[in-house]
């Protein structure tokens, strides 16, 4: 046997041996307090259409899945009705910890108390590793700004005060987007940077949104989820600050033709504001509005509502409830709402401002900042 003979078979050999090591298994090993015997879990990897893989039944507080993958897959868990939680992480190989646990927080007499909410963590393996730290970061961000808002609701600040919270909360939202968008863009070409691109939509704004979208891989961009959200980020577009909103015509509630450019041209400004009577929040929000009406319509601010009801006595009821005085519109297809859908509003209250000729000023504003907002314009 020659020298060559012996070093190639001893070469194949150690390639037999590194064959072995390599495994594209994976093991998912669960538990936490928030999980009780009998408790129904899924595993979701069809993000797109939402199709449980598989069904997973909690047996001794805890729960163990196994497989095989050879490239990372992003995928979530959640709770049977999807009241709890929503877990989402990377099926990639190796051992997957995920922990969900109640929260815990002092009540008002300072005992701890259980909270309604989750806390949910996933270690073990690289991308895991990597989501579960910038989860941590940006939670510490959220806490501080609910802390903010918190408050500001249950204290009576001077303008200045006011003013002066709403700036942190300003700073502390952009550094949540910094840290989302640095993560993306380190880790574009792979599927965590797909998983952020998809998961922080509302978080980043349209034009990066669009830079990382155009940075994945082609394979990426293909998927149904991109391309929807590249074609919204395109309409929206049309719909940023400083574009001219498009011309549109629809019934008030006696039924009357309005064209809104019309509507428009008769206020120095124009709060556009999309709401429905179904919708808790805009029934909340809806005493702020009316006071904005009553202090500033003399002034030149023009509030036209646009309703995403599909029932016309609703919406005539809940109108007349909360003492609404402007104009109202609707065409009375709730979410398929014409209007909505140009302007690319997806939830709701949403408020959209224009000026005296339709050029979009500002959007999304609620509160003490709309407020601020038509002050500062109609001083």
């Given at each position: 046997?020659?020298?060559?003979f ?14 072995g ?7 998912i090993?669960?538990s936490?307090?928030?999980l ?16 449980p893989?598989d069904t997973?039944?909690?047996?001794d ?13 992003f ?6 009705y ?10 990639e ?11 815990v927080?002092p009540?008002?007499?300072?005992s ?27 939670s510490?961000?959220?806490r501080?700004?609910?802390q ?14 006011h ?27 792979n ?29 990426i ?12 980020l ?12 498009a011309n549109?015509?629809?019934?008030d ?11 428009i041209?008769?206020?120095?400004i124009?709060?556009?504001?999309f709401?429905?009577s179904?919708?808790?929040?805009c ?9 904005l ?17 599909k ?31 140009m302007m ?10 224009v ?19 038509v ?5």
């Amino acid at each position: 046997m020659n020298k060559f003979f012996i070093t190639f078979i001893g070469l194949l050999m150690v390639s037999y041996v590194f064959a072995g090591c390599r495994s594209d298994k994976y093991r998912i090993e669960g538990s936490g307090s928030a999980l009780a015997d009998g408790d129904i879990l899924y595993l979701i990897t069809d993000i797109e259409n939402g199709v449980p893989q598989d069904t997973i039944i909690i047996k001794d507080g805890k729960f163990e899945l196994e497989g095989q993958a050879d490239t990372a897959t992003f995928c979530i868990i959640q709770d049977q009705y999807r009241r709890k939680f929503v877990l989402p992480f990377f099926i990639e190989p190796g051992t997957i910890k995920i922990e969900i646990s109640k929260e815990v927080q002092p009540n008002v007499s300072g005992s701890e108390t259980m909270d309604s909410r989750h806390i949910t963590k996933v270690s073990g393996t690289t991308m895991n590793n990597e989501w579960q730290t910038l989860s941590d970061s940006t939670s510490v961000l959220a806490r501080k700004i609910d802390q903010i808002v918190r408050f500001v609701y249950e204290n009576n600040l001077t303008k200045e005060e006011h003013d002066a919270q709403y700036e942190q909360i300003a700073k502390l939202r952009n550094d949540f987007k910094g840290l989302v968008v640095d993560k993306a863009r380190e880790n574009i070409k792979n599927e965590f940077g797909y998983f952020l691109v998809v998961y922080y939509e509302d978080v980043i704004d349209p034009e990066t949104h669009l830079e990382l979208i155009n940075s994945l891989p082609e394979s990426i961009r293909q998927r149904s989820i991109i391309r929807a959200i590249r074609q919204r980020l395109e309409r929206e577009q049309a719909t940023a600050i400083g574009k001219k909103m498009a011309n549109f015509t629809m019934n008030d509630m006696a039924g009357k033709p309005r064209n809104i450019m019309s509507e428009i041209a008769k206020s120095k400004i124009t709060v556009i504001d999309f709401w429905a009577s179904w919708c808790g929040p805009c029934r909340q929000e809806m005493p702020n509005v009316v006071k904005l009406y009553d202090d500033y319509s003399s002034k030149g601010l023009g509030i036209i509502g646009i309703s995403l009801d599909k029932n016309k006595q609703d919406w005539e009821n809940s109108t007349k409830s909360l003492g609404i005085k402007w104009l109202q519109l609707s065409d009375l297809e709730g979410w398929n709402n014409a209007a909505a859908k140009m302007m690319n509003v997806r939830s709701i209250p949403q408020t959209i401002i224009v000026d005296h000729d339709g050029i979009i000023i500002a959007k999304g504003l609620r509160g003490n900042e709309l407020e601020t907002f038509v002050q500062s314009k109609l001083k």
